[in-house]
């Protein structure tokens, strides 16, 4: 991802944010409905990639096709290890 003046303004004021209810009202205003889906269901299909979890249990579960879930998988890094690991 190139990092830009935009896009150090946008993830600062995502650090901002405090609660659930203010991230669904942030990006609610910032994304559509079918945006924020779709960043959320990979941000799933990653998790149970990352538990070794099998296609079709991911499949079956989040309704992700085979190209997103490889997709996810050449595209895990540092980022969604570092939220992972904070979820715990």
Known sequence: MNKTDFTDSFFDAVLTLKTREECYKF????????????IAQRFVVAKMLNEKKVYNEIIEATGASTA??????????????TAFKRLK
């Not at 990006?27 to 779709?38: H, L, N, R, V, Y």
């Not at 879930?69 to 540092?78: C, F, L, T």
């Open 27 to 38: 990006f609610s205003d910032a994304c559509t409905p079918k945006e924020i889906g779709a």
């Open 68 to 81: 997103t879930i490889s997709r996810v998988s050449r595209a895990i890094n540092e980022g969604f290890q």
